[in-house]
């Protein structure tokens, strides 16, 4: 039999007929721009605070400080202010000194600083400030508070002669660990605010493989369709097998869905590493970190790959299988119907246990985890949230495969039944016996 | 020889096939004929095997049809179909090399197919801009594209212009010098006559009587006499004679027929007897359709769709 050399002439119909149309093509694009976009967004939200950048005028009335107040004043409100950390390039804030008190008030008057501080030692000998600005934001007053209580602490201990160096030991921020609060639970632990984008990724994931599940999928069901009510296929038929015709189609589909995703990933890779220098160009500066975002790693971009492709094989025969039930494009809802609700419903699951709607340490969701039709949407978003052990995943994959051998051969016996039959759509009972004659 | 031995097929309620059986000379061309649902398309689709039948065989040379490679096999539906937003030289290419041609001999082939029936500037035009008689004619060179041995078609002169009727047979007629075997279903009984050298009639989902073309005519045992003497005007002498059935009584001349246990003979005589001159006495076999009717009844009677719930299979 000529069963590799047929399934690749459908695979390749399949593939050229759908990615030569417009609307992929313009698809596409559109999807690799919003990617680039989307990559280049912290380098764009940079550029844009670049130029919101605080200019703080300072006159400093005090003679007999230890150290350069607007330094200090500068390096303060740029680090800390307020909890913003600022691994940011662009200080948020500049910070000038100006003689005179009046020609301070003067530069936020003209606009040339937003703020103006006074700094002057009160009788009691503490340190006294004023704030001259028109408008004061909460946060800038917050970061102004820290600011000015820092350097008045600082002034006190000097007054009381601690030395410079003690007092960078005094200030060093005290050793704060986070961790899970459940003792059975393993691992590095929700620290430093990164489980945010782990759920995020594992969210982002599972969307990914619910739209190649779905569009992709109805695009099969109703490639068969096509084939169905131009009549085309009794004349492929006689040249294929209905499992060739089948098998290429999924392969096809999938080829195209393979090569957009590619196209979009590629650009937004590219993107998120052309970061850096772009960002050297714009902003001006190149210590900017460039980096995937966390939980990101090659080994997470394979998994997408394997579930994805599995995913994609699990559902594809199936929706081909559906569509051979219908022989007209406006039926192939109602024929895809069940498929997209499970799939909806395993998408529904995974995010929910992404974001926290659902407790994703339950025993139950881990079992779900490893049923065929939800692993390709579940399992990513549990590795990314650090609660998949290896075996999970591994079992996972294994039952994929093998419910995709026993949905090949299903789906092969509905289809050859199904591409022959024109007009009513078949009840569940005849539906039950084409997969059990084939005929 | 394909020998196609007692199918049978039954879907749902309706038995499609019951014990058909026929054998097709290997390099004729045989005229597979019957009313619509009378189990023309289920025999074809189980001999090519896309239907598997509940009882019977199907042989080609002694083999298991199945066990032929594919590209033994031309088969052109009823249901014209092709890819409809598909170029039509590429869609014709992607044909041959499901039958594992090289592309670039799919393409040559093509374009000499395309040459002859006088489509070539449709070539790399999409299939839905072509009329129903040109996407009708791509669908021949699809079903004979891969050079197959056996081709089966499904009522391949329907909707075809008398130009293209005449192209289409001379196509025929070079494929079966060239040595290859083809069965097609028809209505038009005439063309039957014309083209094979060999019939089937299906009724019901069963043959009613097969044969070398001439034989089926004459199986009746029926004759057609055309007779005309100087005295016509009456004729309800012949009437009156035995085993005589008067079909078309004519200015020109009268028909009649005589069946299998009168002779043609007897009536020539009768004329003679009476006086006048007999200006013509012809004798000749029945025609196909007089046959089909006599065998399944008159083909407008029969025109309805055997309903088979689920749709027509």
Redesign the interface.
């Known amino acids: 039999m000529r069963s590799i050399p047929n399934i690749f002439a459908i695979a390749r119909r399949e593939f050229f007929i759908r990615a030569r149309t417009r609307t992929f093509l313009l698809g596409t694009a559109i999807l690799v721009v919003a990617v680039v976009v989307v990559a280049m967004l912290p380098v764009i939200t940079r550029y844009v605070d670049r130029s919101s950048t605080e200019r703080i005028g300072v006159w400093v009335g005090v003679e007999d400080m230890a150290s350069d107040p607007v330094a200090d004043l500068e390096r303060l409100l740029n680090t800390s202010a307020g909890g913003t950390s600022s691994s940011s390039s662009t200080p948020d804030f500049t910070v000038t000194r100006y003689p005179d008190l009046a020609s301070a008030r003067q530069a936020v008057i003209d606009g040339d600083a937003s703020a103006a501080l006074g700094i002057e030692r009160s009788t009691g000998g503490e340190l006294a400030f004023t704030l001259y600005s028109e408008d004061v934001a909460p946060g800038v007053e917050r970061t102004a508070v820290f600011a000015t209580t820092s350097l008045a602490i600082a002034d006190r201990l000097d007054r009381l002669g601690v030395a410079q160096a003690a007092q960078a030991g005094l200030f060093a921020p005290a050793n704060l660990e986070i961790a899970w609060p459940d003792p059975e639970h393993a691992g590095s632990g929700p620290v430093a605010g990164q489980t945010g984008t782990d759920y995020l990724l594992g969210f982002g994931l599972s969307i990914l493989i619910f739209m190649l599940i779905v569009l992709y999928g109805n695009w099969i069901a109703m490639s068969v369709v096509d084939e169905k009510s131009s009549r085309v296929m009794e004349v492929i038929l006689n040249a294929a097998t209905p499992l060739q015709l089948l098998t290429g189609k999924v392969l096809g589909v999938g080829a195209v869905a393979l090569t957009q995703y590619a196209a979009i990933l590629v650009a937004g890779v590219a993107a998120l590493l052309a970061q850096g220098p772009i960002a050297s160009v714009v902003l001006g500066d190149a210590g900017m970190e460039v980096a995937l975002p966390a939980g990101l790693t090659i080994g997470m971009l394979l998994l997408l790959g394997v579930f994805g492709v599995l995913g994609f094989l699990l559902y594809g025969v199936l929706y081909a299988a559906a569509g051979s039930l219908v022989s007209r494009q406006e039926d192939v809802q109602a024929a895809v119907m069940p498929l997209a609700l499970v799939s909806t419903g395993a998408y529904l699951i995974a995010v929910y246990s992404a974001t926290g709607l659902l407790e994703i340490r339950d025993s139950w969701m881990a079992f779900l985890a490893l049923v065929p039709f939800v692993s390709p949407f579940m399992m990513l978003s549990r590795v990314t949230a650090g609660v998949a052990t290896v075996p999970e995943v591994v079992i996972a994959i294994a039952l994929l495969v093998a419910s995709i051998a026993i949905a090949l051969w299903i789906a092969a016996r509905i289809y050859s039944a199904g591409v022959l039959l024109y007009g009513q759509r078949p009840g569940l009972r005849s539906i039950w016996r084409m997969a059990r004659t084939g005929m | 020889m394909l020998r196609i031995d007692s199918l049978r097929k039954r879907f749902d309620q309706v038995q499609a096939l019951d014990g058909v059986t026929f054998d097709v000379e290997p390099g004729q061309v045989f005229g597979f004929l019957g009313a619509n649902g009378a189990g023309k398309t289920t025999t074809m ?1 189980i001999v ?1 095997g ?3 039948a509940d009882e019977g065989t199907v042989m080609w040379n002694d083999r298991e049809a199945r066990a032929w ?3 033994t ?5 009823e ?8 170029q039509v030289l590429e869609q014709l290419e ?2 041959g ?4 041609m090289p592309r670039s001999k799919a393409h040559d082939l093509a374009r000499d197919w395309l040459e002859r029936f006088r489509i070539s500037e449709y070539a790399d035009r999409r299939a839905e801009s072509l009329s129903k008689g040109n996407q009708q004619k791509i ?1 021949f060179i ?2 004979v594209l ?1 050079d197959p041995d056996v081709i089966l078609m499904d009522e391949p002169f329907v909707g075809l212009d008398p130009v293209n009727v005449a192209l289409l047979k001379s196509a025929f007629l070079e494929l079966r010098d060239r040595g290859k075997t083809l069965v097609f279903s028809t209505h038009q009984l005439e063309m039957a006559e014309e083209l094979c050298e060999s019939v089937a009639i299906i009724d019901h989902g069963r043959i009613v009587t097969t044969g070398p073309t001439r034989d089926v005519k004459r199986s009746t045992g029926r004759q057609t006499v055309r007779l005309a003497t100087s005295r016509d005007g009456d004729i309800d002498w012949l009437r009156s004679l035995p085993h005589v059935t008067v079909t078309r009584p004519g200015e020109d001349y009268t028909e009649l027929h005589v069946d299998a246990a009168g002779d043609p003979q007897d009536v020539l005589e009768a004329a003679m007897a009476r006086g006048g001159d007999v200006l013509r006495f012809e004798v000749a076999d029945p025609s196909l359709e007089e046959v089909f009717v006599e065998r399944v009844g008159a083909l407008e009677l029969e025109e309805t769709t055997l309903a088979v ?5």
Do not use: I, K
């Open positions: 689709r090519l896309f239907l598997h490679p594919r590209r096999w031309g088969y052109m539906p249901e014209r179909g092709l890819y409809l937003r598909m992607f044909y090399s499901l039958y594992g669908q699809a079903t891969h719930p689920g749709g027509t299979r």
